[in-house]
Nanobody, 126 residues
Framework: QLQLVESGGGLVQPGGSLRLSCAASGFTLDHYVIGWFRQAPGKEREGVACISSSSASTNYADSVKGRFTISRDNTKNTVYLQMNSLKPEDTANYYC???????????????????WGQGTQVTVSS
């Protein structure tokens, strides 16, 4: 069965950093576009970042651009989200998702993603 498992969330002070991991099992990530999404209490789920199957292209939400970096390590079958300069408004449950397409570009349209992890909580607070 195809699975995605997020890890790395936790409690961090404003200005701090976290690195989230998304580990895949049952399939290899090299043929998939991967996205990170988040949902805060009382808000709709929104796209954060995505990376193409070839790692040639990435996209970021304006709210995180310059602070977050998405990357992948195909040898570990894992995608990462490095989050720096964290703000309280970054507090959310973070999900990784995959879609089965080989593409040089990616878009953060939720309904186009086929597989989803269960999420990992990120809380930014002093």
């Amino acid at each position: 069965q195809l699975q995605l498992v997020e890890s790395g969330g936790g409690l961090v002070q404003p200005g701090g950093s976290l690195r989230l991991s998304c580990a895949a099992s049952g399939f290899t990530l090299d043929h998939y576009v991967i996205g990170w999404f988040r949902q805060a209490p009382g808000k709709e789920r929104e796209g954060v970042a995505c990376i193409s199957s070839s790692s040639a292209s990435t996209n970021y939400a304006d709210s995180v651009k310059g602070r977050f970096t998405i990357s992948r390590d195909n040898t570990k079958n894992t995608v990462y989200l490095q989050m720096n300069s964290l703000k309280p408004e970054d507090t959310a449950n973070y999900y990784c998702a995959a879609k089965n397409i080989v593409a040089a570009m990616c878009v953060m349209v939720q309904k186009t993603y086929d597989y989803w992890g269960q999420g990992t909580q990120v809380t930014v607070s002093s």
